[in-house]
């Protein structure tokens, strides 16, 4: 079965680290790549999507975004946090042909001011 | 705000009851869905539509819950004799012709 795998499921770092959150999945055809954020009582939303094409993205508020095939991994990250940034992030991943999103459970980024 | 709207936002309930919740998507999309979340965790998916039809349920989706969309507008989900483990975030999001799911504020409901 398809699966997503998002190793870290808290990270804690301080204001101007640099963060970099793990996402590998499971399918070998082609696919399309999603990162969410969900911030505190806030829906999710999009902070980035890979469907073709250069494999580095990115994304709103300074988040990019790396798909490696050969590792089946799109790990997103981010030079320097903001206290802002405290969120879950969730990956999520689609066949090319299906819009049906697999998830992986979310990683809870906090950052301390 | 244009965007996918849910009702109502927090739904409390004793075991048993009956609950509904309404979605309406983003007028122009023709794909909608519903997930649940729970803490700790990922959306799980439990339905979607393209226009009124349903095209998809999940097998983790007990005969108790339904889900409509009639008009292919918005949509509703029901639970019947709601049981303490129905309590969760019930999510609705919709998409166009991209991959990408814009999703609504959530209802949660608690059951007592």
């Known amino acids: 079965a398809q699966s997503v795998s998002q190793h870290n499921h808290h990270v804690i770092l301080s204001e101007a680290a640099s963060l970099e959150l793990g996402c590998n999945y499971s399918?070998?055809?082609?696919?399309?790549l999603f990162w969410y954020v969900q911030y505190p009582g806030q829906h999710l939303q999009l902070l980035l999507k890979?469907?073709?094409?250069d494999p580095l993205v990115k994304g709103i508020k300074g988040f990019e975004a790396e798909f490696i095939k050969s590792k089946f991994s799109f790990n997103l990250r981010k030079p320097s946090v903001q206290w802002s940034d405290t969120a879950e992030y969730f990956c999520?991943?689609?066949?090319?042909?299906?819009?049906?999103?697999?998830w992986g459970a979310g990683t809870k980024l906090i950052i301390k001011p | 705000d244009t965007g996918v709207s849910q009702d109502p936002r927090h739904k409390i309930t004793k075991r048993g009851q009956n609950v509904t919740f309404r979605c309406d998507p983003i007028?122009?999309?023709?794909?909608l869905y519903w997930y649940r979340q729970t803490l700790g965790q990922g959306p799980e998916f439990l339905t979607y539509?393209?226009?009124?039809?349903?095209?998809?349920k999940s097998r983790l989706l007990s005969d108790r819950f339904s889900a409509e969309r009639p008009k292919g507008s918005f949509s509703t989900l029901e639970i019947q004799r709601t049981e303490q483990g129905d309590s969760a975030m019930y999510l609705c999001?919709?998409?166009?012709?991209?991959?990408?799911?814009?999703f609504g504020e959530g209802s949660r409901l608690t059951v007592l």
């Open positions: 399918y070998g055809g082609t696919v399309n």
């Open positions: 890979y469907f073709s094409g």
């Open positions: 999520a991943v689609n066949q090319d042909s299906n819009y049906q999103l697999i």
């Open positions: 999001a919709s998409n166009g012709h991209t991959g990408e799911l814009f």
């Open positions: 007028s122009e999309h023709n794909r």
């Open positions: 539509f393209q226009n009124e039809a349903q095209l998809e």
